[in-house]
């Protein structure tokens, strides 16, 4: 009679939902910390030790960093941000925020983890150079949020993704 019976039913346990615009908003909340923390390779790149050994901060070069390298370094990422904003605006309306991002975070990623090898062979003009393209790769993103906001979450709770994003993030 027991073979007979049906198999026992699993235990069903309630399903977690996680709304889609949550699951969004979190991987903004990613990509945006994952970007911020690029941002502090070059700063790094200024204070490593020589790959020869010698032990002095900031000898990626044959000497040290000078403060105008330092400056122009640092202000390079600020001049390619600035500058592709807009661009990058315009290019997410175009093509797509999902598009833009996935470019954007590339761009700025191989950009950023080439800054210390550049730094090694071409010296701070090339590090400067590529810190400009990773300034570029980011401008676009906030431009992208909000337009991925702005596609997938409804109206009503702009407001509410912005402020989760932006609390979030900082």
Known sequence: AAADAPPAEPAHYPAIQISRR?????????GLTCLLMLRAIPSFVMQTPD???????????DR????VEKATILAAWGWGYCGCQMPGGALSQRIGGKRTWLMAFMLSAI???SIPTVGAIGGVYAIAAFNFLSGCGQAPLFPAM??????WIPQREWARASSLVGCMWS
């Open 22 to 30: 949550f699951t969004i908003s979190v991987h903004m909340v990613w």
């Open 51 to 61: 790959l020869k050994g010698m032990g002095d901060p900031g000898q990626i070069l």
């Open 64 to 67: 040290p960093f000078t403060n």
């Open 111 to 113: 950009t950023s983890f």
């Open 146 to 151: 909000s337009g991925l906001q702005g596609a």
